[in-house]
């Protein structure tokens, strides 16, 4: 249901939308998982400047998340969302992308500490990364 009311809004071109469908689609939030496809709806917000999209590119290029590990792409949306956010007064911004990631909770699954893997997979989908919801 939430799923198909953001899809509408998604294609329309709204930003926030697009983003919300990206991180749906990544985590598997209301249909199954798809990270090729949220890659694509994170993109499609992050040109109309949506520093989270933004973000959520820097954070996929930097781990390698269904996309070619690229750190210098990672670094290229990390600074465009650095730059872009004072749009967005509850943006976070970080020292750096590596900190952006480690504060995140966006490790490698072989570093999780007990609980991550599971907040990861069931949580993070709406309530986010860092605890910060989406929604």
């Given at each position: 249901?939430?799923?198909?009311?953001?899809?509408?809004?998604?294609?329309?071109?709204?930003?926030?939308?697009?983003?919300?469908?990206?991180?749906?689609?990544?985590?598997?939030?209301?249909?199954?998982?798809?990270?090729?496809?949220?890659?694509?709806?994170?993109?499609?917000?992050?040109?109309?400047?949506?520093?989270?999209?933004?973000?959520n590119l820097a954070v996929m290029?930097?781990?390698?998340?269904?996309?070619?590990?690229?750190?210098?792409?990672?670094?290229?949306?990390?600074?465009?969302?650095?730059?872009?956010?004072?749009?967005?007064?509850?943006?976070?911004?970080?020292?750096?992308?590596?900190?952006?990631?480690?504060?995140?909770?966006?490790?490698?699954?072989?570093?999780?500490?007990?609980?991550?893997?599971?907040?990861?997979?069931?949580c993070a989908g709406c309530h986010?990364?860092?605890?910060?919801?989406?929604?």
């Amino acid at each position: 249901m939430t799923y198909a009311k953001f899809l509408a809004r998604a294609r329309a071109g709204d930003a926030v939308s697009q983003n919300l469908l990206g991180f749906m689609l990544f985590f598997g939030e209301g249909m199954a998982k798809n990270r090729a496809e949220a890659h694509r709806w994170f993109h499609a917000a992050a040109e109309q400047g949506n520093v989270r999209a933004q973000r959520n590119l820097a954070v996929m290029h930097y781990l390698g998340a269904a996309v070619p590990r690229d750190l210098e792409e990672a670094e290229r949306y990390f600074r465009l969302a650095r730059e872009n956010a004072d749009a967005d007064p509850q943006f976070r911004v970080y020292g750096s992308i590596g900190e952006l990631v480690e504060r995140g909770g966006a490790v490698v699954k072989s570093e999780q500490r007990p609980g991550e893997a599971g907040y990861l997979t069931f949580c993070a989908g709406c309530h986010g990364l860092n605890g910060i919801a989406v929604y």
